[in-house]
């Protein structure tokens, strides 16, 4: 009796099993093919030519190939529409998309891969992916976004791929990826990054793969800091190299030191090709730079460089102080005389490149003899000189 009473459990279990695949496989819309797939119920309809989204889908369907149709774009709460809010698994690979609304995938809520690579996305609302909460890996490469905005990637706790490479991306904001526990991989090879800050991925804790190559880095001092990030936190893949400046250009960023990663320097003071007049025994000409790292400064008179020595008549002396990052470097020419007339070249050089004014120095006690000569024009006592 107890056996007929298990047979008969049995042979119901199996009814509701058959009745229930026959369901969700029948429920098929042409030309999807509903079928098991690792242990879920899959619909594959890619390369169907398909519009729109299938609406008679069965709304257990838990994995979701769309690939390879002519979608155009994905509306708001696109998939609960159809009754698709149980997927786990959605393709959307090379289906033409161009925009993407900010609600599309709001009802996913167990979703934890998406793939959206190879489409014509340009802008992805901060919103996009709210209420996907579970999402594990997300895929944009090959489209043509441009920027990252705050908030774009959050709160996504169990988030460990994202995949952003060959897009047209110039600027990633600061909080673009936030709250991202378990982020492990992150690519962005592939876009048109120069620049890019490192808040905006140390807080990444278990981030372990960084791509980063094929973007035209302009490796000077605005780069400086997020590159030793990278180095120092052992993220550095090949074969990230420098596009700019021409120096370095082609240099792995590992072949690089610290102090590479400079700024070409600029001598705010003297103005080029200034005039100075001054009736004064000592005369002090001002050097005024910002440069990072800090540069090296040096005077020249009339093309030789000045010579600051320790024995004889001292003819020279040289101040220096740095204010707000602006560095003074002023030479003071002492008890001049008539050969001390002439041009005066302050030239600043770092790693990053080199910078140089010049400014005509007059002394107003020689002046009553004759004219000036200052770049093959002669100038008199009263051409409205500047005087100190």
């Not at 298990?6 to 009814?15: E, F, G, S």
């Not at 905005?149 to 673009?176: H, P």
Request: charged share 20%.
């Amino acid at each position: 009796m107890a056996h007929k009473c298990w047979q008969t459990w049995l042979n119901i279990a199996l009814v509701f099993l058959t009745t229930t695949a026959a369901d969700f496989t029948t429920e098929c819309q042409r030309p999807c093919d509903c079928r098991w797939q690792s242990g879920n119920k899959a619909a594959i309809c890619a390369n169907s030519s398909l519009r729109v989204i299938p609406v008679n889908l069965s709304s257990d369907i838990q994995i979701l190939d769309l690939s390879n149709n002519n979608l155009l774009q994905l509306h708001q709460e696109a998939f609960k529409r159809v009754g698709l809010s149980n997927l786990k698994k959605l393709f959307l690979k090379d289906c033409n998309i161009e925009v993407v609304h900010k609600a599309a995938f709001v009802s996913l809520a167990i979703m934890i891969e998406l793939d959206l690579s190879k489409n014509r996305i340009r802008h992805l609302h901060p919103d996009t992916f709210k209420g996907t909460e579970k999402l594990r890996l997300i895929n944009l490469s090959n489209n043509l976004v441009d920027k990252l905005e705050d908030g774009l990637f959050r709160n996504l706790k169990y988030l460990q791929k994202v995949e952003l490479s060959n897009n047209r991306i110039v600027r990633i904001a600061t909080k673009a990826f936030v709250n991202l526990p378990q982020l492990k991989i992150l690519r962005i090879d592939g876009n048109n990054l120069s620049h890019m800050k490192p808040e905006t991925l140390m807080a990444l804790r278990n981030l372990s793969g960084l791509d980063l190559h094929n973007n035209p880095w302009r490796c000077d001092c605005n780069l400086q800091t997020f590159r030793d990030w990278v180095i120092s936190h052992n993220l550095y893949t090949p074969p990230t190299s420098c596009a700019e400046p021409a120096s370095i250009r082609s240099k792995l960023w590992n072949e690089l030191d610290s102090s590479n990663f400079a700024c070409r320097p600029t001598i705010l003071e003297p103005l080029p090709d200034s005039t100075i007049k001054s009736y004064e025994e000592n005369v002090t000409l001002i050097c005024k730079v910002v440069g990072n790292p800090t540069p090296e400064v040096f005077w020249r008179f009339n093309g030789k460089t000045i010579e600051l020595r320790s024995f004889g008549e001292i003819r020279y002396t040289v101040s220096e102080n740095t204010m707000d990052l602006i560095r003074f470097v002023n030479l003071t020419v002492l008890h001049t005389r008539y050969s001390d007339r002439g041009n005066y070249t302050c030239v600043a050089e770092n790693p990053g490149g080199r910078d140089e004014k010049t400014l005509t120095l007059v002394l107003s006690k020689y002046s009553g003899s004759g004219t000036i000569a200052e770049h093959g024009i002669k100038k008199t006592d009263q051409d409205g000189y500047q005087f100190l």
